[in-house]
C-alpha cells in the first residue's frame, strides 16, 4: 500500500544545517510537499517539487528527491530557533498521503 | 486575505453530544478535505468534496458527517458514534481533487480545531 515515513525527531544547533528525511513506496507520486507545523497550528506549505526534478533551492531551504530510492529530503540551512516546529513531508498521487512528521527542535 | 478559516479553535463536548466544526475557505477552491490529527501520527483524511453537493469518505469516516452545500463551506460533524474524538482537527483545501488534477493542486490548511470530550 502507499506510505510515508519519516523520522520522529530531530535535534540540531541554531546555526547548523538541518536535514530531514522522508521515504515513500508509491512510484506514481507526481509532487512532493513539505509543510511546517508550529503548536497549535495549522499546516504551512514550505515548499514542492514536481517528480521530474531532482532539486528545488527556495532561499534557505533546499529539497532533493531521488526517484529511484523514493526519497525526499529538505535541508535548511542555517538554521534558527523559530525553524522548531513539526516538518510533514506529503506526496500525491490519485490522493494526498501525509508522513508521520518529524519534530525539529533547535538549540540555542 | 485569501485563505481558510476554522472554528472554533477550542471546543469542548460532554460524551454522547454531537458537536459541528466549521471551515470556510474564500481561495475558490472546489476540493476541500477534513483531516484528524493525534500525537505522533500523521494526518488522517476523515471526509473530502471534491465538488459542491458531492463527499466521499476518506480513511476513518466513522463516527462523523459532513456537507457541501456551499462551494466555501465544509462543516464536519463529529456524532456521538465517534467513539475516541479528541483530536485536533484539519481542514484543507485545493483548486481541484488529485484524482482530476491538473498542475500542483496544493493543498491549503485551516488553523485546525481542537476537540476535547470531556
Known amino acids: 500500500g502507499e506510505d510515508v515515513e519519516q523520522s520522529l525527531f530531530l535535534s540540531v544547533r541554531e546555526g547548523d544545517s538541518s536535514v530531514i528525511n522522508c521515504t515513500y513506496t508509491?512510484?506514481?507520486?507526481?509532487?512532493l510537499y513539505w509543510y511546517k507545523q508550529e503548536p497549535g497550528a495549522g499546516l504551512q506549505l514550505l515548499t514542492y517539487?514536481?517528480?521530474?526534478?531532482d532539486m528545488k533551492q527556495d532561499q534557505r531551504l533546499t529539497v532533493l528527491l531521488n526517484k529511484k530510492d523514493k526519497h525526499l529530503s529538505l535541508r535548511i540551512a542555517d538554521t534558527q530557533t523559530g525553524d522548531s516546529a513539526i516538518y510533514f513531508c506529503a506526496v500525491r498521487t490519485y490522493k494526498y498521503i501525509f508522513g508521520t512528521g518529524t519534530r525539529l527542535k533547535v538549540l540555542a | 486575505d485569501g485563505g481558510i478559516t476554522q472554528s472554533p479553535k477550542y471546543l469542548f463536548r460532554k460524551e454522547g453530544q454531537n458537536v459541528t466544526l466549521s471551515c470556510e475557505q474564500n481561495l475558490n477552491h472546489d476540493a476541500m478535505y477534513w483531516y484528524r490529527q493525534d500525537p505522533g501520527q500523521g494526518l488522517r483524511l476523515i471526509y473530502y468534496?471534491?465538488?459542491?453537493?458531492?463527499?466521499q469518505k476518506g480513511d476513518i469516516a466513522e463516527g462523523y458527517s459532513v456537507s457541501r452545500e456551499k462551494k466555501e463551506s465544509f462543516p464536519l460533524t463529529v456524532t456521538s458514534a465517534q467513539k475516541n474524538p479528541t483530536a485536533f482537527y484539519l481542514c484543507a483545501s485545493s483548486s481541484q481533487a488529485p484524482v482530476r488534477g491538473a498542475g500542483t493542486d496544493t493543498q491549503y490548511f485551516g488553523p485546525g480545531t481542537r476537540l476535547t470530550v470531556l
Open positions: 517539487i514536481f517528480s521530474n526534478m
Open positions: 468534496s471534491q465538488i459542491v453537493n458531492d463527499f
Open positions: 508509491d512510484s506514481s507520486s507526481t509532487y
